[in-house]
């Protein structure tokens, strides 16, 4: 073997040269200890023949192979890495998959054991439910749920159900046979569900009453009331009760719910403003507002998907041509309703266009031929009227005297027995009426209604001699004029001394308050005929009649002048005792002709009064003269001489004397006979909100509330209003004088929107800033009313724009509040600061977006509104919206780079709250927008965990 020096060279290059070019560079362990074996003995052949005596080159070999054995290590180490990688991701995407399938699993568990306990408290509220529920209350749920059984879902019922879950008032408003009442029942039965104790009342009395039950605090109530202050119209004596109870009313909405219905035309009534307007008093107290829901409006109005929903519903085997289907879905006033009377197998026998075409014309038609051909279903339906719907056997039973007459009247035979007649009314259930219990009431109020103008148009005399007091002053008229009601019975002119007859008979009864608040008491042939009744009295039954005091049917309680709400009315002036005379409501309701003729009898019969010198004082002053301070009549104050007025100043009745009466209801025209030189022009009245009479005249309506009083050359609300008000300032009233509330007489007339008013008190010198108590501005007062005229008058005058209540209220938050975006913009243009907060850290673009007011939230994003600004909870307008569902609001705030992960103190991000009440269409936009679907509070609740927490099933997966 040659091992000279080239040899070995060459030897180790071959070696070289079969790796360098190889297909691979790897060698085995084995392989690589052969060749440095090889390569080794070379470099020792190398080293001998040129006698090296170092290991240099053997050590450069060595070092050489090291260098490669590493880096081959490192290569299988990158291998085994990646593998090793690999795999972990494999078992983290298997981890994963369990988890998920684990958490769909809880969340079935969860659901499982809501469900569970469900059933375990439904006996639990059954019996909490029998412990507070009438039989009579029971018997009316049953009917709702068997009405909602045809109920049909639309975005009326949806918008209300979102409003009951943040509001604990809500007015359900629209027309007649809207749908009002089966929207607010079908709620009320889902919270009763949810273990609520539901109560269907019919007065405010009744609500009243079981607020001081005992049972009021074991459970949560929610209340449900039909038409509180009139269905047909306006009622006076239904809101004079609501003013009786306001107090209750108030602190019920903090602790219950209330779900209530009115009809339109009530709504637009001026007299009824007060009942739909919040307290300035309780915002910041109690931020609960209660909310109006018209349904009839655009938003809210049944689609044409939903009325053919709604018709297949309730007449599934009614097969019309699609003609007749458009026909019928072109309506809109009694939609509902008719979908359900459809339902009856009479009215299913007509032509069904005609019958949504000519609802009331069908109905009439109907009701006559129940007239001949069915008497005794019509006897069934004259009986409900003249029981003020609410009948039963018993009832017919204990009124013969009424019942022979109903007899007669539908041609019976006399010996027909009331069972007989109850008997056929329960054919018409579900139809023309409903039973609760033993109890039977009409249908609807469009069915009575129809029913009523029938039977009083055929049988007035009747309907004169036996129908409630309440009914005649309501649906009975002796002329026809434009504002009538279509359904109104109009008295031929033969039939008008019947009805004196019966209101003479009603005057001398404890209800004669309704005689003096009938229209029919202002028609002239009616005045003439009372006239004539009065004198062919005997003087002693005449004085009687007139003068006897009768009750008022009122509880002893002293009425508050609360002119924050303009509610002082003649009606609670003559209530606010527990008895008056006929002649002093007559006087004090301006009944003016009848009101001279009582007094000229009175003077007439002089004789006769000197043997009643106690009653005839009386009569004169304790009576007469503050019911003459009301009425304003020149001619009955001459009635008294100078000494008599004197004597009578200081005459008090409910807590006012005569100025504060004259100037309460505007009568500037007598105030110079009662104003003297030693008359103080600031005295107070004696109740616990002690007002001046300049208070009183700036802040209330006497006009528009009350009766409505028709005079010739009468001056205007406004006009009596200002009179008043210059009279009172001129004799030296103090113009910034504050009741014990703080309210100067400018803050009531700028929270009622008397601008004339309050610019006559500001051109005398009223201060425009004066808060009261609560550090309430005029100004503020003016926009939480969304008075923008008066609002634009004290602007102009100085006001503070950003002045801030004791709670941080300020007029640009309560606009923005009430979603008045039209005073929002009066205000933003007057330097309103539109990042401004209030105590709890709510800016006015937070108010806005927590009641879904989206355009008032884009008016203010447009004047620079931070759209990130939290309040004190760390909560931001996106979260507000997101909490209450408002899906639109929540868009456009997104739109305006609304960060859609910011959390609030607890780590509630906008999703999370919109997950917590169950609003899946806002989860899905704010999930398309980025939402962090795990982003988790600071217990560690997830979006979806709170979720299904709370019962509700959203779909999180996004298509």
Known sequence: MDNSTAANIERIRLLRNK????????????????ERKNIISCIHGIERTLHLNSTQFEDAAEAIFKAAKEQEDFGENLTKCQDEIRTMQKRQDEHENHLLKKTEEIQ?????????????????????????????????????????????????????????????????????????????????LQYRGRGWVVKPVYSFKEIHETCKSENFEKASH?????????????????????????????????????????????????????????????????????????IDDNHCRLTTDEKKSMFKKHLPHEKPTEKEFNQICKIDMYF??????????????????????????????????????????????????????????????????LFSKTLKMCELHHYTLPSTIIDKLKPLCGFLVKNNGEKYSFYHDFVMEVTTYVCGSDHPEEILDFADVSFLRKRVSVEKRKSNDPFTIVLEHQHIEKLVNRLIKELSGDRFIEVILSPCLRNKHVIRCVKNHLNDLSRNGMLE???????????????????????????????????????????????????EYCLNLLKTNENLMNLFRKRAADVKKKSLFPAICANGNTDFLQMFTDDEIVECKNIKWNNMYPIHIISVF???????????????????????????????????????????????????????????????IFSGAGVNLCDRKGQSPLHKACQNGYESTAKLLLDNKAVVNLCDNNGNSPLLAACHNGHESTAKLLLANGADVNLCNKNGWFSLLIACFNGDESTANLLLANDADVNLCNKSGNSPLYKACY?????????????????????????????AACYNGHENTAELLLVNDADVNLCNNSGKSPLFKACYNGHESTAKLLL????????????????????????????????
Request: aromatic residues 6%; proline residues 2%; neutral net charge.
């Open 545 to 595: 009649l007139i003068t006897k005091p009768q009750k008022t049917n009122t509880e002893n309680k002293e009425f508050e002048h609360d002119m924050n709400d303009s509610l002082y009315t003649r009606l609670q002036f003559v209530s606010s005792m527990i008895e008056i005379s006929p002649l002093f409501a007559l006087i004090t309701f301006c009944h003016d002709e009848l009101s």
């Open 928 to 959: 398309v927008n980025g939402a962090d679907l795990n982003l988790c509070d600071k217990n560690g609740i997830s979006p979806q965990q709170i979720a299904c927490q709370n019962g509700h099933k959203i779909n999180f997966y996004l298509t």
């Open 336 to 401: 509902p309703l008719l979908c359900k009377l459809c339902r009856g197998q009479l009215i299913q026998k007509r032509n069904i266009v005609d019958v949504f075409k000519e609802p009331a014309n069908v109905l009439e038609t109907e009701i006559k031929r129940y007239r001949t051909k069915d008497k005794e279903v019509y006897c069934g339906l004259v009986c409900l009227i003249l029981s003020k719907n609410d009948l039963s056997l018993s009832d017919l039973k204990n009124n013969n005297e």
């Open 222 to 294: 929610i209340f449900v009331f039909n038409d509180p202050i009139g269905k047909e119209s306006y009622d006076e004596m239904s809101y004079n009760e609501w003013v009786r109870y306001r107090e209750t009313f108030d602190l019920l909405i903090k602790r219950a719910k209330l779900l209530l219905t009115c009809r339109s035309l009530i709504v637009s009534d001026k007299r009824a403003t007060g009942f739909f307007e919040q307290k300035l008093g309780e915002l910041g107290i109690n931020e609960q507002k209660f909310v109006k829901v018209d």
């Open 851 to 879: 009641y879904g007011h989206e355009s008032t939230a884009k008016r203010l994003l447009v004047n620079g509104a931070d759209v990130n600004l939290c309040d004190k909870n760390g909560d931001s307008p996106l979260s």
């Open 666 to 728: 505007h009568n500037y025209h007598i105030l110079d006979n009662v104003i003297k030189e030693d008359t103080n022009v600031d005295i107070f009245t004696t109740d616990k909100n002690a007002m001046t009479p300049l208070l009183l005249a700036s802040g209330n309506k006497a006009q528009e509330r009350g009766c409505q009083i028709e005079r010739k050359g009468k001056s205007t609300d406004s006009t009596s209003r200002n009179k008043t008000v210059e009279r009172l």
């Open 19 to 34: 790796y360098a070019h190889a297909s691979t560079s790897h060698l085995t362990d084995k392989e690589l200890k052969k």
């Open 108 to 188: 079935g568990d969860i659901l499982t054991v809501h469900e569970r306990l469900d059933e375990l408290e439904k006996p639990l509220q059954k019996n909490t439910r029998k412990l507070q529920e009438t039989k009579y209350e029971t018997s009316i749920i049953t009917q709702w749920q068997e009405d909602d059984e045809f109920f049909v879902s639309t975005k009326a019922a949806e918008n209300v159900s979102k409003m009951v879950e943040t509001n604990n008032l809500v007015i359900v408003t629209g027309h007649s046979g809207s749908g009002k009442s089966a929207i607010i029942q079908h709620i009320a």
